[in-house]
């Protein structure tokens, strides 16, 4: 089974800086997705990024981008230049790529954007 | 975007009665999935589905029961609710064949209230 974990409740970030935020996982397979999902009070699940475990580069999109550390299992969402409209709850998640591809998802991580 | 709608957006029920939950989408995919949301645990899978008539369970299937007749749709079935399944409900498809995952779109959400 895989595990997420994601150790920082909260967040803050001054409006126009950078923030980073934190995720580990837990599982036995090589090959396998992970991905951070954005969640705003609209309560809606907005795919921000996706990293293909076999690929060594790191995803970016825009001013997100994340550092897949694989063989420490983690994968950071670095926000850069971060705005008012970032401000949401996010979710770090893994995938199998096997019968059924379920995804798994962390506790979460709610960023707070201070103008 | 649209591609997978959920109904009813909100709903309250008494408890020991059955309700059911509707996930629609357009996209033709393969894999669904059914999700519950409660603070502090992230996404949770209930049941998925690979296929017409092929679904398994998730991690918190106990309570509830699926059903897939047709590629579109897919439905989840709280058989008699309890108050611990007061929560709010996500359905999600896969987009991507094979071993290939562009990510997972998610519903909009059913908030549902058992008293």
């Known amino acids: 089974a895989q595990t997420v974990t994601q150790s920082q409740p909260e967040m803050s970030v001054q409006e126009a800086e950078t923030v980073t935020l934190s995720c580990t996982y837990d599982?036995?397979?090589?090959?396998?997705?992970l991905f951070w999902y954005k969640q705003p009070p609209s309560r809606q699940m907005i795919l921000v990024i996706r990293?293909?475990?076999?690929?060594?580069q790191n995803a970016t999109e825009n001013r997100f981008s994340v550092n897949f550390q694989k063989a420490a299992k983690s994968f950071s969402l670095k926000i850069s230049d971060s705005q008012l409209g970032d401000a949401a709850m996010y979710f770090c998640?893994?995938?199998?790529?096997?019968?059924?591809?379920?995804?798994?998802f962390g506790g979460g991580t709610r960023l707070m954007v201070k103008p | 975007d649209a591609g997978i709608t959920q109904s009813p957006r909100h709903k309250v029920t008494e408890t020991g009665t059955p309700v059911t939950l509707r996930c629609h989408q357009t996209?033709?995919?393969?894999?669904m999935y059914w999700y519950r949301q409660d603070p502090g645990h992230g996404l949770r899978l209930i049941h998925y589905?690979?296929?017409?008539?092929?679904?398994d369970k998730g991690e918190v299937s106990d309570g509830y029961s699926v059903s897939r007749s047709k590629t579109e749709d897919f439905l989840l079935t709280l058989e008699s609710a309890t108050s611990s399944q007061t929560s709010v409900y996500f359905c999600?498809?896969?987009?991507?064949?094979?071993?290939?995952?562009?990510?997972?779109?998610f519903g909009s959400g059913t908030r549902l209230t058992v008293v």
């Open positions: 996209e033709n995919h393969r894999y």
């Open positions: 990293q293909e475990a076999y690929k060594q």
């Open positions: 589905s690979y296929g017409v008539k092929d679904t």
């Open positions: 998640a893994s995938s199998r790529n096997n019968a059924g591809n379920m995804l798994t």
């Open positions: 999600a498809i896969r987009a991507g064949t094979g071993k290939s995952n562009y990510g997972y779109t």
């Open positions: 599982t036995s397979e090589s090959d396998y997705y």
